[in-house]
């Protein structure tokens, strides 16, 4: 596997030189009138296979949790950009659980700020195209990352002596059953909520280590939430079925899913057994320490479980499954292959080629498991301008259903209408993976955009951060 290095890919014909000195696979395809093709998802009808994933803006109202003005802003460049689908950030369920002190949350008494977010959308897509756009929210806990107020307050599932020694959580007790079964109440509340306000989709949030994703890897925890796969996947099969039974008809029910929480076993999510260590199941009261499970890189994906997981969800009447993997604080080249890491992190270990490589062969595994739901890839904005053929070569080839853009989405949001109706992407509006989107949101302080292409805005909110 070839070492680190930038982007400086031109043509179609560097990267597939590119990914053939680095013994990669990526189908590649000048045929993208694929990607205009309409796609049905139950009693919705995508207009094309382009979706804006979740990403947070952090501009929510500090006291409310509301939208505010550049809430509103973005979700309007979003429609007007084209894509069929709009995934929109994750709002959290509960006061206790937000990420941080902008993070939007619901409740009663700003449900017309949602209301406003939907008729946005929908008014601005179809004015600009005359086509019906699909909208999707997402649900969240934020759990050993919750920072109500912007201060750290960590709700865990379980001990894991790796993330907890990383975020000084050694003496955080995990969450009761209790605790978890009223936080499922709170998942159905919101999401009536979020129906009434107009949106088609509501998404339980699985990812990225955050509560209910770190309840899938939970081997060693007791209780109703812990221990077999059918107790580590009981919040989010009983969530999304109250779920299901309890909205109008019409609105749906998905998860964006992690298929990897990459600790070594008996911590994580999509990893595989060791034989050495099966014996710490028999006892859930013990918890190893980091040395007694080897170092925290010492692991290897296995998409059994996972898997098992999305076709449960299927079967729940799931129309759609988005993928993700790692966790972002500490493995981000996982998730979002880049050039430019965050503020005190070394370079990716790999070239970011390799990323995007290991991300669509993941997604493509997941497809091929349950080929009849239509499967959501992203990781795809390294590619820049080349995004669109690798894009057209997925859905050819099978390895998923739909194009997912999130920081692509934010720094060049029109570059749908750009693909479809022009068949290219202008190198110079296109996302650098300068990381600094995601540096407003690690730093608390900004509200978050593309300082690179949006930097009369977001240039201000970035500096609040880097000046403290």
């Known amino acids: 596997m070839s070492n680190f290095k930038r982007f400086n890919l031109k043509t179609p014909d560097d990267l597939k030189t590119a990914l053939k000195e680095c013994g990669l696979e990526l189908p590649i395809s000048d045929q993208l009138s ?109 759990g050993r990352y919750s920072r109500p107020g912007g201060v750290v307050t960590p709700l865990k599932a379980q001990h894991n002596p790796f993330l907890d020694k990383s975020l000084g959580m050694e003496d955080v007790e995990p969450v009761s059953d209790d605790y978890l079964m009223r936080l499922q109440d709170k998942f159905v509340e919101a999401a009536m909520l979020l129906a009434e306000a107009g949106f088609d989709g509501i998404d339980m949030k699985a990812v990225h280590g955050y509560l209910v994703a770190e309840l899938l890897g939970s081997h060693l925890r007791a209780g109703r939430f812990g221990g077999s796969y059918e107790n580590r996947t009981r919040f989010i099969r009983e969530c999304a079925q109250q779920m299901t039974e309890s909205l109008p008809a019409g609105v749906f029910v998905t998860s964006r899913c992690t298929v990897l929480e990459p600790c070594p076993y008996p ?76 503020a005190g992190m070394p370079p990716p270990p790999e070239y970011p080629l390799a990323g995007v490589v290991r991300f669509q062969q993941t997604v493509r595994d997941m497809q091929h498991h349950v080929p009849q739901l239509p499967v959501v890839t992203a990781g795809l904005a390294w590619l820049r301008h080349l995004m669109p053929q690798v894009a057209a070569g997925l859905v050819e080839k099978g390895w998923c259903t739909l194009i997912g853009q999130g920081r692509g989405a934010f720094a060049y949001p029109d570059s749908v209408r750009d693909i479809l109706k022009k068949g290219l992407m202008d190198p110079s509006k296109c996302c650098t993976t300068c990381s600094l989107c995601s540096q407003i949101m690690k730093d608390g302080l900004g509200k978050g955009g593309c300082v690179v292409r949006d930097k009369e805005i977001y240039a201000p909110e970035f500096l609040k951060g880097k000046l403290r």
């Open 267 to 342: 911590y994580g999510w999509g990893v595989k057994k060791r034989e050495e260590v099966r014996e710490l199941e028999k006892n859930v009261h013990e918890h190893p320490t980091a040395s007694e499970v080897k170092k925290s890189e010492d692991w290897e994906m296995d998409l059994t479980e996972p898997q098992k997981l999305m076709k449960e969800c299927a079967e729940l009447g799931m129309p759609l499954f988005n993928v993700s993997m790692g966790f972002p604080r500490f493995q981000p080249y996982m998730n979002r292959p880049h050039d430019n890491s965050l």
């Open 34 to 142: 694929v990607l205009g093709d309409s796609v049905k998802l139950g009693e919705c009808t995508l207009p094309n296979r382009f979706v804006v994933q979740p990403m947070e803006g952090v501009d929510g109202d500090p006291v409310t949790g509301a939208a505010t003005d550049l809430t509103y802003r973005r979700y309007r460049r979003f429609a007007e950009g084209g894509s069929g689908l709009i995934w929109a950030e994750s709002v959290a369920v509960s006061p206790d659980g937000v990420s941080g002190a902008r993070q939007m949350r619901i409740n009663k008494d700003n449900l017309d700020s949602y209301k406003r977010i939907v008729e946005l959308i929908k008014e601005s897509a179809f004015k600009k195209f005359g086509h019906e756009v699909t909208t999707v929210i997402q649900l969240t806990h934020s």
